[in-house]
């Protein structure tokens, strides 16, 4: 089956994965390529794409990979393939090397390791993004099925795992209460106050409660609009399950909404 360079080229910077497009620009004489033929190149080699194989192909890739590691963004070549690659043919091959560098991950902080989070977090590592998982108690993090995408930080407060956050993390509540979600939203609205999602798990009246005393504690009506809460879509029941694809379906609304 043909591979589509530009959805693999999408699909492997969403892996979080740098990469160089290798491209047959024009050609001259006896040649084994194509004018148009393209290769995708990562770390661990190619992807997928054809130039033509032989001499001419391995220079290519050999190049690619080292012009991963480099700085220019692009690099032209032509080749006589008697004097420059050793091949019996006398023509020449151009080449265009673009390097396409991988998107920054989506990042979500989980503060709470408990039942909604155990049931949220399988769902989280289906989609393209980067998750830490913050509490105090070693044997709810321990639960948690190993995957690439997730890391498990034990703390001796909750909320000093607001260190983890950037900017641009999007930011879930989920702990044993109102006197833990406290501290976490506290610090987190000091340390960032661009954050692009700050969700809590509650009822209205929770939220009402959070916002006041945020209110005492000095933070403007301003700073606190971003607070969602309740947390998740008004859809499902109150199964730790259902619950848990409310909150990725509210996620990923907004982190769409963001994107755009």
Same mark, same amino acid.
């Given at each position: ?28 004489? $006896? ?148 006197? $833990? ?12 106050? $661009? ?16 916002? &006041?005393?945020? &209110? ?45």
């Amino acid at each position: 089956m043909l591979i589509d360079p530009w959805e693999q080229i999408v699909s492997l910077r969403r892996q979080g994965l740098d990469l160089v497009v290798v491209t047959l620009t024009a050609a001259r004489g $006896s040649v084994p390529g194509q004018v148009g033929a393209k290769a995708v190149i990562t770390q661990q080699g190619r992807a997928s794409g054809n130039l033509g194989g032989g001499k001419v192909e391995a220079k290519a890739l050999a190049l690619a990979h080292d012009f991963l590691h480099g700085d220019s963004p692009c690099l032209t070549v032509t080749w006589n393939l008697q004097r420059d690659v050793g091949m019996t043919c006398g023509g020449e091959m151009s080449f265009l090397f673009e390097k396409i560098t991988a998107e920054a991950p989506w990042h979500i902080a989980l503060f709470g390791a408990g039942h909604v989070a155990q049931a949220l977090v399988p769902v989280l590592t289906t989609l393209s993004c980067r998750i830490d998982v913050v509490d105090t108690r070693a044997d709810w993090l321990e639960r948690f099925s190993p995957s690439p995408k997730l890391t498990c930080h034990q703390v001796e407060s909750i909320a000093d795992g607001v260190k983890l956050l950037t900017p641009s993390t999007y930011v879930l509540c989920i702990t044993q209460g109102h006197s $833990s979600d406290l501290p976490v939203l506290e610090k987190a609205l000091r340390h960032h106050s $661009s954050l692009p999602f700050l969700g809590v798990i509650g009822s209205p009246a929770k939220r009402a409660t959070l916002l &006041r005393e945020l &209110r005492e504690k000095g933070f403007e009506p301003h700073e606190l609009e971003k607070i969602i809460c309740p947390l998740g879509l008004p859809i499902g029941g109150n199964d730790p399950a259902e619950i848990a694809v409310s909150i990725a379906a509210q996620l990923l609304g907004c982190h769409d909404a963001t994107n755009r």
